[in-house]
């Protein structure tokens, strides 16, 4: 039946590829990193290249104050006054032992009677770390161990070694860890003390309707572009 649509990730930065919309996920704690560009920062593009974008993300961060969200916002619209801007929280949505989650199974628990209480260990390769920890303690568990590695890391079986002698006998990972560690599956005595925490977006229901409203116009505009070129190819024909 075709492709009607496609999600790039990490593609704000290829201008020689075609888009219809251009999404960008700002971290409100974080928005503009320390606003020097790499290699001296960590931005990859100048701050005023939002004037290209359509919608801001605020994404994932239960810490901060109205007034704090309020001035990245007002900052965001002042580089580009016309740029939609919406919220997006974290929810956690089950927790899943690896095992299980490895094989697609739909058996889980609810995150927060599973964590509440609970002593675990934060189990995580991903760019912001502290986020996923943060989530963990929301949903009442207790962090009493940490296996940190940096973003994209392709994780070996010597890292791993330490939960089968440690303390903490539960250990939670990401989705986005938990697909590179199929190679688990024949260490029981590891495996089996790691869980999943998946987590959605938590958009409201007014915000919702911003993020509908220009995807539907975007998609609307690559429809009416796609009919002018089978006229024209008819018209030439």
């Known amino acids: ?10 593609g ?19 928005p503009w990193e320390n606003d020097h560009l790499i290699p001296r920062g960590l931005l990859r593009e100048d701050k005023a290249s939002l004037k290209r974008g359509n919608l801001v993300i605020l994404s994932g961060n239960k810490h901060l104050s109205e007034e704090t969200m309020g001035k ?18 974290i929810k956690p949505i089950f927790v899943k032992p ?29 760019g912001r770390p502290e986020k996923f920890i943060n989530t963990l303690e929301e949903s009442g568990a207790l962090i009493t161990g940490r296996i940190i590695r940096p973003d994209h890391y392709a994780w070996r079986r010597d890292d791993f070694q330490a939960i089968s002698y440690s303390s903490t006998h539960f250990w ?19 495996c089996d003390r790691i869980f999943v925490l998946g ?39």
């Open 98 to 126: 690896l095992r299980l989650w490895l094989h697609g199974e739909e058996e889980c628990y609810e995150p927060r009677d599973f964590l509440s209480g609970k002593s675990v260990g934060a189990l995580s390769a991903i």
């Open 12 to 30: 704000f930065q290829h201008r020689s590829l075609h888009r219809d919309l251009d999404i960008i996920l700002l971290d409100p704690a974080r």
């Open 199 to 237: 987590i959605r977006p938590e958009i409201s229901s007014e915000d919702l309707k911003i993020l509908e409203s220009v995807l539907d116009k975007a998609l609307s505009a690559n429809e009416d572009r796609s009919l002018f070129c089978q006229e024209t190819t008819k018209e030439g024909l």
């Open 172 to 190: 939670i990972t990401t989705e986005k860890d938990a697909v590179k560690l199929g190679f688990l599956m024949d260490e029981p005595i590891i």
């Open 72 to 89: 990245i916002a007002d900052e965001v619209r002042h580089i580009n006054p016309k740029i939609s801007l919406i919220y997006a929280g």
């Open 1 to 10: 039946q075709g492709v009607n649509l496609i999600i790039l990730d990490d």
